[in-house]
């Protein structure tokens, strides 16, 4: 099975906030859990918006990557993204839950997240918080 982690999870991980995250990742083979390049942007533009300690954070998000591939967003994922988004056409979700989520689908991976809400009604994405599961 494959595990997309959404940007919540991987911040979880960066600041070590959720021990059960890295105790499950530890189990799994590398590359059955990614990330989506938009995640990975998001945390890069955190981290120049604001970031306290640039070197650091750097550090950690390398090391980050190397347990989690960044998996790139590509045709086949903007397809999916334009079949979701005809689906759930409120526009007061986030755009960029809506690309992880149709990459997730893309690849036919579980969606991570601590806010599965912010994933509702994406048809067959399939959904798990890791950080309530024990």
């Known amino acids: ?25 530890s189990k799994m083979k590398k590359g059955e859990a990614v990330m989506s390049v938009v995640t ?11 970031s306290t300690n640039r070197e650091a954070d750097e550090w950690v998000l390398d090391k980050v990557t190397q347990l989690l591939p960044v998996i790139p967003f590509d045709t086949h994922a903007a397809k999916v993204y334009g079949q979701m988004r005809s689906f759930v056409r409120d526009r007061k979700r986030n755009a960029l839950d809506r690309l992880i989520g149709a990459h997730a689908l893309c690849y ?25 599961q024990h």
């Open 108 to 132: 036919g991976a579980t969606l991570v997240t601590h806010n599965p809400a912010d994933f509702a009604d994406y048809p067959n994405l399939m959904i798990e918080d890791w950080v309530v």
């Open 40 to 50: 990975y942007a998001e945390i890069r533009a955190g981290i120049e918006i604001r």
């Open 1 to 25: 099975m494959l595990y997309m982690l959404d940007t919540n999870i991987v911040i979880y991980m960066m600041n070590n906030e959720v021990q059960n995250l890295t105790r499950r990742l």
